[in-house]
Nanobody, 121 residues
Framework: QVQLVESGGGLVQAGDSLRLTCQIFEQTTRVHAMAWIRQAPAKDREFVATIDWSGAQRNYADPVKGRFTISRDNAKNMLYLQMNSLKPEDTAVYYC??????????????WGQGTQVTVSS
């Protein structure tokens, strides 16, 4: 059983930065491939970024490349998403998730509860 708890969302202006965090609670020592996934109002969920168990392999969706950075600290059981140069179209609920495989970023094993990010123009 895995529990994921996100924090760090909020209301910001275009051009601002936010850092999302995800605390990972797990009864085993297994380290998962993980992702940040977002869902905007009236839109499907879309992957934002993925990271492998070691942190060495990272992938980003085209709309966030060069602006967002995914990272993790396995010693602290934490996942992060640094978001810079935020745009109104980044407005969404952001979810932390564990993946069955890095190759399928929407094939989620466990979801967090989500944190709202709102970017005003």
């Amino acid at each position: 059983q895995v529990q994921l708890v996100e924090s760090g969302g909020g209301l910001v202006q275009a051009g601002d930065s936010l850092r999302l965090t995800c605390q990972i609670f797990e009864q085993t020592t297994r380290v998962h491939a993980m992702a940040w996934i977002r869902q905007a109002p009236a839109k499907d969920r879309e992957f934002v970024a993925t990271i492998d168990w070691s942190g060495a392999q990272r992938n980003y969706a085209d709309p966030v490349k060069g602006r967002f950075t995914i990272s993790r600290d396995n010693a602290k059981n934490m996942l992060y998403l640094q978001m810079n140069s935020l745009k109104p179209e980044d407005t969404a609920v952001y979810y932390c998730a564990t993946l069955f495989t890095l190759e399928r970023p929407l094939d989620v094993n466990y979801w967090g509860q989500g944190t709202q990010v709102t970017v005003s123009s």
